[in-house]
């Protein structure tokens, strides 16, 4: 891993935010003083954030900058312009698969399966000594 070059990122925020509102949500583990002194430096308008959820601030920005972090996934999938030091092309492929808002259906098709398989065939397969149930197969999950 690179070491972290704040200076460069924040200017590379400022970058491609090109005069729009930029707005930092620190890490809850940052040295909360000194981000806060080294963002005002080369960001002077930018606003701070230091609590709350990330998850509605990332839902109602155009634009997400991240670094390295999970977060990023969020974005995505919120179709976010998205600009990450990670191979944005990798993290596509690890997204989740979207099924066109059928996913809670399967989820509760497989829970409903689970619920009404005895216990006694569900053991053996959590304990790693049986493959999976035919109904698990055969939906290709």
């Known amino acids: ?6 200076a460069a990122f924040i200017r590379k925020c400022v970058h491609i935010a090109d005069g729009r509102p ?6 809850p583990l940052e ?3 000194r981000s806060q002194k080294e963002i005002q430096k080369y960001a002077p308008d930018a606003r701070v954030l ?11 920005c155009q634009v997400l900058i991240t670094q390295r972090s999970t977060c990023t996934f969020v ?9 990450t030091d990670l191979d944005i092309n990798q993290l596509h492929g690890l997204m989740p698969i ?15 399966r689970v619920l009404n398989t005895p216990m006694s065939e569900l053991v053996p397969v959590r304990a ?12 290709g999950f």
Do not use: Y
């Open 1 to 6: 891993m690179l070491p972290d070059d704040r």
């Open 22 to 27: 930029l707005v930092f949500k620190l890490h």
């Open 31 to 33: 040295n909360m003083c």
């Open 98 to 112: 979207q099924n066109n808002g059928t996913s809670a259906l399967r989820i509760g098709n497989i829970c409903r």
């Open 128 to 139: 790693g000594f049986r493959s999976r149930p035919h109904w698990e197969q055969a939906d």
């Open 75 to 83: 974005g995505l999938a919120l179709g976010k312009e998205v600009h």
């Open 50 to 60: 230091t609590e709350g959820s990330i998850d509605p601030m990332i839902a109602a």
